[in-house]
């Protein structure tokens, strides 16, 4: 079997849960590592055995070998590496959010469809088997039309300390949920409304709470806490409700699905989106990773999520931030 010369750029925390779970892909080959921190370039590559290592991602993709790459810079630096690598012709995946801006994202859309590469953004949330099971659900007519969604999705403190100085929580954990609902319901967000508390005074505030109105008059609400004590026992609070007009659906993603009791009191550790499993990073991120690197061996575009999916999720939390902002209810262009 032929493997996959696979680079990641960005190497913070999650770009090594990146580079964890594609070396325990057996198709994939970790290839080339890209990070602007020498040593943290240097710390990755030991751990991984990676010997390419650069610190300018044009370097990077300048090599001829390489064909995919992972980007997981931050959100407001996504639009240059990954038009980058479109341009040099490689493969991408993008984590989430898409871009910071409704322009940055209709670039990138522009340039994934263009190309005949497999470009895809990391939506992991559709590849958690419990919201696959409910869009197979809905998409089977077991609930009717959807008429109502709420999801929650709130995290503690010590999480989102360093985090809140870039990225909210509207967008930073409410694009996930957006990017469901839309999935789930095939409707348009026409207006949102939302709100915001800052605690910490930090760049962002500290929980957002939306109001979606869908195109089929439909409502959605997100509950996004970054603000949680530091002893909850669990790093995502994360549940969601979908009601339709001939049943719902309920998805309970949240513990005790594995608790553990020691000297500090009790913990629910993760078991789904990245836990290890036999010394191998699995989960929801290894599934998705997975499924791009069969995209790409089989030469095929990914289809499960496309780049408009993923521009129409950011473009309606950027709306509710805008909410947020103005205290104004937001009406998003047709067809945004």
Same mark, same amino acid.
């Given at each position: 079997?032929?493997?996959? +010369?696979?680079?990641?750029?960005?190497?913070?925390?999650?770009?090594?849960?990146?580079?964890?779970?594609?070396?325990?892909?057996?198709?994939?080959?970790?290839?080339?590592?890209?990070?602007?921190?020498?040593?943290?370039?240097?710390?990755?590559?030991?751990?991984?055995?990676? *010997?390419?290592?650069?610190?300018?991602?044009?370097?990077?993709?300048?090599?001829?070998?390489?064909?995919?790459? *992972?980007?997981?810079?931050?959100?407001?630096?996504?639009?240059?590496?990954?038009?980058?690598?479109?341009?040099?012709? +490689?493969?991408?995946?993008?984590?989430?959010?898409?871009? *910071?801006?409704?322009?940055?994202?209709?670039?990138?859309?522009?340039?994934?469809?263009?190309?005949?590469?497999?470009?895809?953004?990391?939506?992991?949330?559709?590849?958690?088997?419990?919201?696959?099971?409910?869009?197979?659900?809905?998409?089977?007519?077991?609930?009717?039309?959807?008429?109502?969604?709420?999801?929650?999705?709130?995290?503690?403190?010590?999480?989102?300390?360093?985090?809140?100085?870039?990225?909210?929580?509207?967008?930073?954990?409410?694009?996930?949920?957006?990017?469901?609902?839309?999935?789930? *319901?095939?409707?348009?967000?026409?207006?949102?409304?939302?709100?915001?508390?800052?605690?910490?005074?930090?760049?962002?505030?500290?929980?957002?709470?939306?109001?979606?109105?869908?195109?089929?008059?439909?409502?959605?609400?997100?509950?996004?806490?970054?603000?949680?004590?530091?002893?909850?026992?669990?790093?995502?609070?994360?549940?969601?409700?979908?009601?339709?007009?001939?049943?719902?659906?309920?998805?309970?993603?949240?513990?005790?699905?594995? #608790?553990?009791?020691?000297?500090?009191?009790?913990?629910?550790?993760?078991?789904?989106?990245?836990?290890?499993?036999?010394?191998?990073?699995?989960?929801?991120?290894?599934?998705?990773?997975?499924?791009?690197?069969?995209?790409?061996?089989?030469? +095929?575009?990914?289809?499960?999520?496309?780049?408009?999916? #993923?521009?129409?999720?950011? +473009?309606?939390?950027?709306?509710?931030?805008?909410?947020?902002?103005?205290?104004?209810?937001?009406?998003?262009?047709?067809?945004?």
């Amino acid at each position: 079997m032929e493997r996959i +010369k696979y680079g990641v750029i960005g190497l913070g925390w999650f770009g090594e849960k990146h580079c964890e779970a594609l070396s325990g892909l057996p198709n994939v080959e970790l290839h080339s590592l890209c990070t602007r921190t020498e040593s943290r370039l240097a710390e990755v590559g030991q751990t991984f055995g990676v *010997s390419r290592l650069y610190t300018d991602y044009h370097q990077m993709l300048a090599d001829p070998e390489l064909q995919a790459v *992972s980007v997981v810079t931050m959100w407001d630096q996504h639009r240059a590496p990954a038009l980058a690598a479109l341009q040099a012709g +490689k493969h991408v995946f993008l984590e989430k959010p898409m871009a *910071s801006t409704a322009a940055d994202c209709d670039a990138i859309v522009a340039a994934a469809e263009a190309t005949d590469k497999a470009f895809m953004v990391g939506h992991i949330c559709r590849f958690n088997p419990r919201y696959a099971a409910a869009k197979q659900a809905i998409a089977e007519g077991k609930i009717g039309r959807i008429i109502s969604m709420y999801a929650r999705r709130n995290i503690p403190c010590w999480v989102t300390e360093g985090v809140l100085t870039k990225i909210g929580p509207i967008i930073g954990d409410g694009v996930h949920d957006t990017d469901l609902m839309l999935w789930y *319901s095939g409707f348009q967000v026409q207006t949102a409304y939302a709100q915001t508390v800052d605690l910490r005074g930090l760049k962002y505030p500290d929980l957002g709470w939306t109001m979606y109105r869908f195109d089929s008059g439909a409502i959605g609400v997100l509950e996004n806490v970054w603000c949680l004590p530091d002893s909850t026992a669990f790093q995502i609070d994360e549940r969601m409700e979908i009601i339709g007009t001939a049943g719902s659906i309920h998805i309970q993603e949240v513990h005790p699905s594995l #608790s553990i009791c020691d000297k500090d009191g009790w913990k629910s550790p993760d078991t789904t989106y990245w836990p290890e499993l036999h010394g191998i990073r699995a989960g929801a991120l290894r599934e998705e990773l997975a499924y791009f690197a069969r995209c790409v061996s089989d030469g +095929k575009k990914p289809s499960i999520i496309t780049p408009r999916e #993923s521009a129409a999720a950011v +473009k309606a939390c950027l709306a509710a931030e805008e909410s947020a902002r103005t205290g104004q209810i937001v009406t998003l262009a047709e067809g945004a």
